[in-house]
């Protein structure tokens, strides 16, 4: 009923920049938090970036160099990436927390993205 696309992922050098981009599709009524996480090779899965509203929220680890946006309109949400490292090498996935409404009934859904590979490397 209601899927997130990602796209943009790719091969950069260290301190390239990419633009990772999620649009959500389907029921959907509204959205609440829309989000990035990623997971490297033989690790577990960690947030990168939120943003509900006009508030947003940052791993350490990329504040400064990360920068997540939302255009509502279009149930799309974006990462630009700048100086990026090796060690942000990783599958990125997109997450919503959303209501969706099929007729007259209303749920609250998180639902994850497939997944973008992103690799650093020169």
């Known amino acids: 009923q209601v899927q997130l696309v990602e796209s943009g992922g790719g091969l950069v050098q260290p301190g390239g920049s990419l633009r990772l981009s999620c649009a959500a599709s389907?029921?959907?009524?509204?959205?609440?938090?829309m989000g990035w996480y990623r997971q490297a090779p033989g690790k577990e899965r960690e947030l990168v970036a939120t943003i509900s509203g006009v508030s947003t929220n940052y791993a350490d680890s990329v504040k400064g160099r990360f920068t997540i946006s939302r255009d509502n309109a279009k149930n799309t949400v974006y990462l630009q990436m700048n100086s990026l490292k090796p060690e942000d090498t990783a599958v990125y996935y997109c997450?919503?927390?959303?209501?969706?409404?099929?007729?007259?009934?209303?749920?609250?859904?998180?639902?994850w993205g497939q997944g973008t590979l992103v690799t650093v490397s020169s």
């Open positions: 997450n919503a927390d959303l209501a969706s409404k099929v007729g007259l009934t209303y749920r609250n859904l998180e639902v």
């Open positions: 389907g029921t959907i009524f509204g959205i609440n938090v």
